[in-house]
């Protein structure tokens, strides 16, 4: 899942929420504060090299970022949508195939498929953590199925032993959507590395995220690595020797040097966010909010912290009228995008999908998040939702 979601920029005049509000969805100036004496040498390195595409800083990061993952190769290009159409291509997915995901998704995982010639197959999820239902998965199998691509949402792994065995029953390829997954393990395995390939997002915002666009896949192939090093930059091998028919998904070179400076810091920003996601449970705790669930065999990375609200609209829009910066993740489902109804499927499809999309609010949620931010969100939702805006939502939502 490779997208960003709605979360509600300071200064982009959303109504009711201020240029600065007090607590901020996201603050990646705390963060760049951090390690701005990392950083900026490593920019610097990048521009007195004079090499800004591919080259030493990106071989570095690739070596280390796979390393990390526990994957025998890491190949960075420059996006996660970009990692995970090339995935597709290198597991062999073109047009006739069938590729099962979830709606419940940013659309870049849908499109990728689309973008390999294939069709999507949506399937249902878990209602209590929202990631793939492997009994809804079964049952989507046919002949024409060539790969399924599990989303670890929020930072939270898929259900991925009966996902690998549905796989390996009916001999199909699963490419990990691991967008917002860095780091994130199911039973002591990373994200990323059960599959045959998984595929990143270092967009800012993500837990590693680059100072713009960026994305890699990883694999324990090496032949998947090598074919996707030559699609990712024109199909060559040699300069100007074109042996497939490739694309311009290269990573610069700064983007690189930055992200190997982060990656030295990921595990600790991420017990961060954990550290910061238990307290959330025991300050929200009796009231409105209610986390979705975190697997007992997982270990969640919060990307997002999402809870489930009713009046989710009402509740965003009285958070923000008190300096409080919220996202959505997703509003609606990706079956029921303008965009995507040629898919064929109609509301009340994906019960389960539809129901989170109708109530999950994401709460910010970063390593830097004080105390202090973290109580004011809970007292807010302690002190209750003013009646008014609950029924002037009920009125909205029934006149649509």
Request: glycine share 12%.
């Amino acid at each position: 899942m490779t997208g960003r979601g709605s979360a509600g920029a300071p200064g982009t005049g959303q109504p009711g929420l201020s240029d600065e509000p007090s607590v901020p969805y996201l603050d990646l100036r705390a963060q760049y504060r951090s390690i701005r004496d990392e950083v900026a040498p490593a920019v610097a390195r990048v521009l007195e090299s004079g090499q800004f595409v591919l080259g030493p800083e990106v071989e570095a990061f690739e070596r280390e970022f796979a390393a990390w993952c526990g994957s025998r190769d890491a190949v960075a290009v420059n996006s996660g949508t970009s990692a995970l159409h090339l995935a597709l291509l290198a597991c062999g997915v073109g047009p006739g195939d069938e590729v099962i995901t979830v709606p419940f998704t940013f659309v870049a995982t849908v499109a990728a498929i689309e973008y390999a010639g294939a069709r999507p197959v949506l399937v249902d999820v878990d209602p209590g953590c929202g990631t793939m239902s492997p009994e809804a998965l079964e049952r989507a199998i046919t002949p024409r199925t060539k790969a399924i691509v599990p989303v670890h949402l929020f930072g939270q792994p898929a259900d991925m032993a009966p996902i690998l065995d549905v796989a390996r029953r009916h001999g199909v390829r699963v490419i990990e959507d691991a967008a917002q997954a860095h780091g994130a393990e199911y039973r002591g395995r990373r994200c990323g590395a059960m599959g045959d390939i998984g595929c990143f997002s270092f967009y800012p915002g993500k837990n590693l995220g680059a100072c713009g666009e960026g994305g890699a896949l990883v694999t324990g192939d090496p032949a998947i690595a090598a074919r996707v090093r030559l699609l990712r930059s024109w199909g060559e091998e040699r300069r100007y020797e074109h042996l497939h028919k490739g694309f311009n998904y290269r990573m610069d070179a700064i983007q690189g040097a930055i992200l190997r400076v982060k990656l030295r810091h990921l595990d600790g920003w991420t017990d961060a966010r954990r550290e910061r996601a238990g307290r959330y449970g025991r300050v929200l705790t009796g009231t409105a909010a209610s986390p979705l669930r975190e697997a007992p065999d997982r270990r969640h990375v919060f990307h997002i912290y999402a809870v489930r609200v009713p009046h989710r609209d009402a509740w965003r829009a009285h958070l923000a009228a008190h300096g409080v910066q919220t996202g959505v993740h997703y509003p609606i489902g990706v079956h029921e995008q303008p965009a995507y109804r040629d898919l064929g499927y109609r509301h009340g499809d994906f019960p389960a999908s539809e129901a989170l999309a109708d109530e999950v609010l994401s709460l910010p949620i970063f390593p830097e998040l004080t105390d202090a931010q973290m109580d004011r969100v809970a007292g807010l939702f302690r002190a209750g939702l003013p009646s008014r805006d609950r029924v002037g939502e009920t009125a909205g939502a029934a006149s649509r």
